[in-house]
């Protein structure tokens, strides 16, 4: 089987849909390739943020649960999202761009640029070299070689990272790094996940925190993957169709929630590319269902219509 290809999508947390769409369409410039629901509570929105062609490498997902309250990153949990930018000037645009929008950015000692959503969910902008394609939206305000590149790597908590080597290395075919860090390096594409010692407060899931990090599998490698992963000992769930992939869950040694998820079918498996994101897209095992659940859902308006109609 091939190797990992890097980040497939991070899920995270939200409290309130359209101030999530609001924040990563409007503010961050991604755009929304998938308005569905949870598949697992059908009662709230599931979203989907990434680039203009929705590939794997730039999907953030959120799962609404209305009024929930904040939550904080601890022991065994994603606590920052670190993505590519082009180059030192991108980091001036965001950090002016940010500010400017009324959020707070601080630039690290290596250069890099930290901020957090509104409800808290930590962002890092870095400028890396790497040959990966980058994997761009288009936003009126942002040009295009300011515009977020896709993920490179998360931040998680562990007290005891070295716990997690032999499954990251000897079965998921990772690549220590140093200082914590470890990469899934593909054909294609690379991420990473680097381990920080964790706070002394308890972890608590809630909005503004990451559910889980996916990494990217080739399709006909599934069953391989999901073998290989029981064999070393994790518990994983069984093979699970997503519909737009097929995936399988686990815990790793540290605690974070890891997904192997097929970088097939994708996102225009039930809608045209130029049309993602417009209408609610229910799987086929609701479709049936379109009447009762679609009339319990916030309606959202998506910044990028009207620049779009424009």
Do not use: C
């Amino acid at each position: 089987m091939k190797r990992l290809e890097g980040i497939h999508h991070i899920s995270a947390i939200t409290s309130d849909a359209q101030r999530n769409v609001d924040f990563y369409v409007g503010v961050l410039g991604l755009r929304l390739v998938k308005k569905s629901i949870n598949q697992d509570h059908t009662s709230v929105y599931h979203l989907f943020y990434g680039d203009e062609h929705a590939h794997p490498g730039a999907d953030m997902t959120f799962f609404e649960y209305p009024g929930l309250p904040r939550g904080r990153a601890g022991a065994g949990m994603v606590s920052r999202v670190l993505w590519r930018v082009g180059s030192p000037s991108a980091i001036d645009f965001w950090e002016t761009r940010l500010h400017g929008l009324g959020y707070s950015a601080r630039r690290t000692d290596s250069g890099s640029l930290v901020f957090a959503d509104w409800e808290g969910l930590e962002h890092e902008l870095v400028v890396v070299a790497v040959s990966d394609a980058p994997l761009v939206a288009e936003h009126p305000e942002i040009p295009a070689e300011h515009a977020l590149q896709g993920f490179h790597a998360v931040r998680a908590y562990s007290a005891h990272p070295e716990w997690s080597a032999p499954l990251l290395e000897q079965t998921l075919g990772f690549t220590a790094l140093g200082d914590g860090a470890w990469e899934a390096r593909g054909e294609q594409r690379g991420g990473s996940i680097i381990y920080d010692a964790p706070p002394a407060q308890r972890p608590l899931q809630g909005s503004g925190t990451v559910h889980h990090v996916a990494w990217a599998m080739y399709d006909e490698d599934l069953g391989a993957w999901h073998r290989a992963v029981l064999e070393a000992g994790a518990h994983a769930s069984p093979v699970i169709d997503r519909h737009y992939f097929n995936s399988i869950y686990f815990r790793e040694p540290s605690g974070v929630l890891f997904e192997l998820a097929t970088l097939g079918p994708g996102f225009t498996v039930d809608e045209p590319l130029e049309q993602l994101g417009q209408k609610l897209s229910l799987t086929p095992q609701f479709e049936h269902l379109r009447d009762q659940i679609e009339p319990h859902l916030t309606p959202l308006v998506n910044p990028r219509d009207a620049w779009v109609r424009g």
